[in-house]
């Protein structure tokens, strides 16, 4: 039994050893992540993109707009998003 707490323990300082050298890679890398973020509401949405060194950029749609539509509309085989799909259900 004691033979065997023995083997485990170099596998749990292999472990942790690798555990810490993927945290420092991480750390190292993160002046180069961005990370970005959705705001889902009701009637419409937001994506939000945070980079290192650079303000918070709430990204532009297909329209130039920041805020887009949450509708989808449904024609023959064909499927509109946002600002189409608002469009669509108006003129039909």
């Known amino acids: 039994m004691a033979d065997k707490v023995r083997r485990q323990r170099p596998r749990r300082r292999v472990c942790w050893a690798l555990v810490a050298v993927l945290l420092a890679d991480l750390l190292a890398?993160?002046?180069t992540?961005?990370?970005m973020s959705v705001d889902l509401g009701s009637e419409s949405m937001k994506v939000a993109i945070v980079k290192p060194g650079v303000p918070?950029?709430?990204v532009?749609?297909?329209e130039s707009r920041r805020k887009t539509p949450v509708i989808v509309t449904l024609k023959e085989n064909?499927?509109?998003f946002g600002d189409s799909a608002a469009s669509m259900?108006?003129?039909n």
Do not use: G, P, Q, T
């Open 29 to 31: 890398l993160s002046d």
């Open 33 to 35: 992540l961005a990370v």
């Open 56 to 58: 918070m950029e709430i």
């Open 60 to 62: 532009l749609n297909k």
């Open 78 to 80: 064909e499927r509109f």
């Open 89 to 91: 259900a108006i003129k």
